[in-house]
């Protein structure tokens, strides 16, 4: 049942794949990924499993909420503690949006990034940040706070 990002009407069909696709990921896995009994490299591949694209060397030591809609390239580490997820809750609003990363990326330490983000190459969001949702970091870009801002450019770091 594929996802479909946007706004998502109350009681419509697609609300429906959508809450199925959140229970099925929450029942399932939620409490394994969140208990940290799985060692980074096997989280990387349940996160495959459930239809993350993960580039080559690219590696989870956080919580990948919605893994269909996470897209991520090659040679990135998501921190321990981060979470992502493509979803937004707010109130009776439901929507999805998928986060685009690109290669060479680092999220820090528990970092934050919400949903219809889109992070570019060689970019770093710092320990801790909260990427508010559909933000775009450029190429090189150090991004850090709450909410997370430009600290620096690539060449300055
Ligand atoms: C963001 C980061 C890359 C900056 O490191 P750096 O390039 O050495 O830069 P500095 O420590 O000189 O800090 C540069 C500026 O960013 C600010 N900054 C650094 N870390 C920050 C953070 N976590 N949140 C908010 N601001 C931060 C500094 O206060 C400084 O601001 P100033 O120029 O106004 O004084 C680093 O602090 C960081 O968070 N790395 C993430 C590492 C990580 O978690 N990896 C995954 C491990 S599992």
């Known amino acids: 049942m594929p996802l479909r990002e946007g706004d998502i009407a109350e009681g419509s069909q697609v609300e429906f794949v959508a809450q199925v696709n959140i229970l099925f990921y929450l029942i399932l896995f939620n409490s394994l990924i969140r208990t940290h009994f799985l060692p980074v490299p096997l989280l990387r591949l349940v996160y495959l499993a459930l239809g993350a694209r993960l580039g080559h060397n690219t590696y989870s030591a956080g919580a990948i909420l919605d893994p269909p809609l996470t897209y991520i390239g090659n040679n990135c580490i998501i921190g321990h503690d981060a979470v992502l997820f493509s979803h937004a809750i707010e109130n009776r609003r439901l929507s999805l949006s998928a986060i ?40 090189g870009e150090v991004w850090g706070g709450v909410p997370a801002k430009l600290l620096k450019r690539g060449s300055e770091v």
């Open 100 to 139: 685009h990363i690109g290669d060479n990326v680092t999220i820090g330490a528990t970092a934050v990034v919400m949903s219809g983000v889109t992070i570019c190459d060689d970019a770093i969001v710092s320990a801790g940040a909260v990427v508010t949702k559909g933000s775009r970091i450029g190429k």
